[in-house]
């Protein structure tokens, strides 16, 4: 008979805790399903956080590459010169834009020092300008010689053209090919070359 009690009081035990063990693992489940959701929603809200700034340098890499290829400058090859047609990459003097009849008419926008590469001064670098022409062009004025070659460039910002010209020998100037300036301004740089090295380049202003 006291086996048989015992029996029945664990019976009955088991059978009252059943339900409270039920509705506690329910409980269990439920928040389990609420902790499972919210971990998911935030792993999506780190993804996305971690997203944006990798998306954003992805657009600021994208938009230097772009800048990059806008700044590229390309050269034109020397043009052929005909006289009373000017054009870029054609020589200022064959055309007739700086030939000795009308260089009263060519103004110079700006002038700047050249210098060798020991930092003495070697001449001086114009912006020249013929307004009937509408086109510019550099002229270097120095001690030219076989040993000093001058590099001459002029540059058009607005569509990156770029003419580029040098010169060695006995003279008392040289001058570069020349660009319109329809489109937009001019400058020109240049510097001199010797065997001692390449001087700093000087350059005028845009105009």
Known sequence: ??????VTAFSDSVGQSSPGSASARRRRISLTSIEVV????????????LGHPDAAAERSSSARHEGAIRNEWRTLPEARSTPGSPADATDPIE?????????AQVITFDEVPLRLSNGMDFGRLLLRHQPRCRTSWGLVKGPHNA?????????????HIVVTSSFAGQSADSYGQQLSTAAGCV???????TPEGRGPTARTRCA
């Open 147 to 159: 040993q000093r070659r001058v590099h001459i460039s002029v540059r058009r910002p607005v569509d």
């Open 1 to 6: 008979m006291g086996a048989a009690v015992a």
């Open 187 to 193: 400058y020109v740089e240049a510097f001199v070359e």
């Open 38 to 49: 919210a971990a998911l929603l935030a792993a999506v809200a780190t993804s996305l956080a």
């Open 95 to 103: 055309t007739g834009c700086g030939s000795p009849n009308v260089v």
